[in-house]
């Protein structure tokens, strides 16, 4: 439970600026077993300032429901605006983010910085939760640097101001997304606290997710880098969490259909245009380890129109036959010779 709202499965979506916009959010609801989805990273002084590409971002449907929009900024009032502007905009919750660690964002003092003041963290958070009667949670790192991890201070200031989970990357801030996610600090947070808390940091796997769950006694998992290209994780996790089945990774032509459907998705809600620009960056991952596809991935970042994507696609489902039939030549053959 985040406050009144059941998060169930216990898997989100990340908050990933690029990718987790409206189409990708919808695609990985119906793909299956997402529990939360939580949309890019939004500028509280776009939103006080009715900024139209940040408004722009303001976008969901009851379909993706419940979904959280994640909002950073340094300066409380702000803060406090957005929060209410997000609640009016009908939304379920409010995620302050308190973890990107990109120079062009910490300089402004919001995201990762305020890990290096945590009075001003306090004062960003109280403000937010003071706004809304909405649910509001909170995304962090293990710390600013390797030097001091203030994740547990982070978490403990964070229910004692009203906040209603807590989710932790398990690097600090200085590593980006170098060396490894630590979940040591992830059960040290669980311990602290008794809001619940959700893990996150290089969960690729099914087993990934097992491990999560157990070393670190968390109440949630949040999945990145690993949704981009295959929305269809989530279901692959909850299969074996829930019955202990083994669905395997989608296979190829799945994989095409998904990339199909989040062009189409996309190019609704962004024209065709602006829609086609933004898929150059996300089409790649849909077709990630699968042999002899390095010149449909190359010609993946250069599609101009729907039809040149999907005719790309559908060169990416002939290759999956290919590695059927090849599969399959394999296991007659074996058969035979025995
Ligand atoms: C392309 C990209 C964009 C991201 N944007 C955001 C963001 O807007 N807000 C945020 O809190 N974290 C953002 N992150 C961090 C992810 O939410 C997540 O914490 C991180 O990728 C670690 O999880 P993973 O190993 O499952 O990917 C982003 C990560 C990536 C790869």
Not at 213 to 242: H, K, Q
Request: net charge negative; aromatic share 6%.
């Amino acid at each position: 439970m985040i406050g009144d709202i059941r998060i169930w499965p216990p898997l989100v979506l990340a908050p990933m600026a690029g990718a987790t916009n409206h189409a990708f959010r919808l695609l990985a609801r119906e793909c299956g077993d997402v529990g939360l989805v939580v949309c890019e990273m939004i500028s509280s002084y776009g939103l006080y300032y009715n900024n139209e590409r940040t408004l722009d971002m303001f976008d969901w449907t009851d379909a993706e429901r419940p979904v959280s929009v994640q909002i950073f900024g340094a300066v409380p009032e702000i803060v406090a605006e957005a929060a209410r502007k997000a609640e009016d905009a009908g939304v379920d919750m409010i995620d302050i983010n308190m973890g990107c660690w990109v120079p062009k964002v910490v300089r402004t003092g919001a995201c990762a910085a305020l890990l290096k003041d945590l009075k001003q963290a306090r004062a960003v958070i109280e403000a937010c939760v003071n706004a809304t009667s909405l649910p509001v949670t909170v995304k962090t790192r293990k710390g600013w640097d390797l030097r001091e991890a203030c994740a547990v201070d982070v978490a403990r200031i964070a229910e004692d101001a009203g906040v209603k989970a807590i989710t932790i990357h398990g690097r600090a801030a200085s590593q980006g997304f170098n060396g490894q996610s630590d979940s040591s600090v992830i059960a040290e947070v669980k311990q602290a606290v008794s809001i619940p808390v959700i893990g996150n940091g290089d969960i690729r796997t099914v087993d990934d997710v097992e491990r999560m769950f157990r070393e670190t006694g968390c109440d949630g998992v949040m999945l990145g880098r690993s949704a981009l290209g295959n929305p269809f994780i989530f279901r692959e996790v909850w299969a074996w969490l829930d019955r202990g089945e083994r669905t395997g990774p989608p296979t190829a032509q799945e994989r095409a259909r998904a990339a199909l459907r989040h062009t189409v998705l996309q190019v609704e809600a962004l024209g065709e245009e602006r829609g086609i620009r933004e898929m150059r960056g996300l089409l790649p991952h849909y077709i990630k380890g699968l042999e002899n596809a390095a010149r449909i991935r190359h010609a993946l970042t250069q599609v101009r129109t729907v039809a040149d994507v999907q005719k790309l696609l559908s060169q990416v489902a002939e290759l999956d036959c290919e590695h059927n039939l090849a599969e399959r030549a394999a296991v007659n053959s074996g058969e035979r010779a025995a």
